[in-house]
Nanobody, 116 residues
Framework: QVQLVESGGGVVQPGGSLRLSCAAS????????MNWYRQAPGKVRELVTS????????NYADFVKGRFIISRDNAKNTLYLQMNSLKPEDTAVYSC?????????WGQGTQVTVSS
């Protein structure tokens, strides 16, 4: 069955870094646009960044531009999010999403907490 499993979340001090991973299985990962979303308590889920199926193009929300980097390894069926210069407002559950023409898959999410 389809699975997206995020890992790498945790507690980090402001200014620190984390690297999230999203391991995909059960579908042809290399054919899907991949997204990272986040949802903070009491807030709506928001799109953080996207990467095309071949990794050739990426997009970032303004609030993470210059700090976060999305990447993928299609040979390993894995999506990554390198998060640098983290701020307290980056605290949220981060989820990966696979978007195809007719289907849409979600992981369970991983908690990122930025606090001193």
């Amino acid at each position: 069955q389809v699975q997206l499993v995020e890992s790498g979340g945790g507690v980090v001090q402001p200014g620190g870094s984390l690297r999230l991973s999203c391991a995909a299985s059960g579908f042809t990962f290399s054919r899907y646009l991949m997204n990272w979303y986040r949802q903070a308590p009491g807030k709506v889920r928001e799109l953080v960044t996207s990467i095309t199926s071949n990794g050739g193009s990426t997009n970032y929300a303004d609030f993470v531009k210059g700090r976060f980097i999305i990447s993928r390894d299609n040979a390993k069926n894995t999506l990554y999010l390198q998060m640098n210069s983290l701020k307290p407002e980056d605290t949220a559950v981060y989820s990966c999403n696979a978007r195809g023409i007719r289907d849409d898959y979600w992981g369970q999410g991983t908690q990122v907490t930025v606090s001193s």
